[in-house]
Nanobody, 126 residues
Framework: QVQLVESGGGLVQAGGSLRLSCAASGDTFSTYAMGWFRQAPGKEREFVARINALWVGGGTDYSDSVKGRFTISRDNAKNTLYLQMNSLKPEDTATYYC?????????????????WGQGTQVTVSS
């Protein structure tokens, strides 16, 4: 079992950048595939990015809405997942959640992740 704690959210102007972190504890972080999801007020939670477990190469995948602006990465030595967000837009405003699955390969599906953090708020002003 793994515990996840997100940090790094805040208020930023459009065009700015933020880096979210997700600290993992309780199990071998590198063996988990990880994902970032977000939920805006009144909307369903949606996929943002995913990264595979270390031993299958750590490949990544992004939603079309963030591709080219966001970068997911992991530091397995620090048990930490990151989401670098550049060129932020007001429509990126949401609570951002990291998630973990025991699967080797990450998924775009919420139900495929067993563990979730509590979320961190990102607000982008126009």
């Amino acid at each position: 079992q793994v515990q996840l704690v997100e940090s790094g959210g805040g208020l930023v102007q459009a065009g700015g950048s933020l880096r979210l972190s997700c600290a993992a504890s309780g199990d071998t972080f590198s063996t988990y595939a990880m994902g970032w999801f977000r939920q805006a007020p009144g909307k369903e939670r949606e996929f943002v990015a995913r990264i595979n477990a270390l031993w299958v190469g750590g490949g990544t995948d992004y939603s079309d809405s963030v591709k080219g602006r966001f970068t997911i990465s992991r530091d397995n030595a620090k048990n930490t997942l990151y989401l670098q967000m550049n060129s932020l837009k007001p429509e990126d405003t949401a609570t951002y959640y990291c998630a973990a699955t025991r699967r080797n390969y990450g998924s775009r599906e919420i139900d495929d992740y067993e563990y979730w953090g509590q979320g961190t708020q990102v607000t982008v002003s126009s």
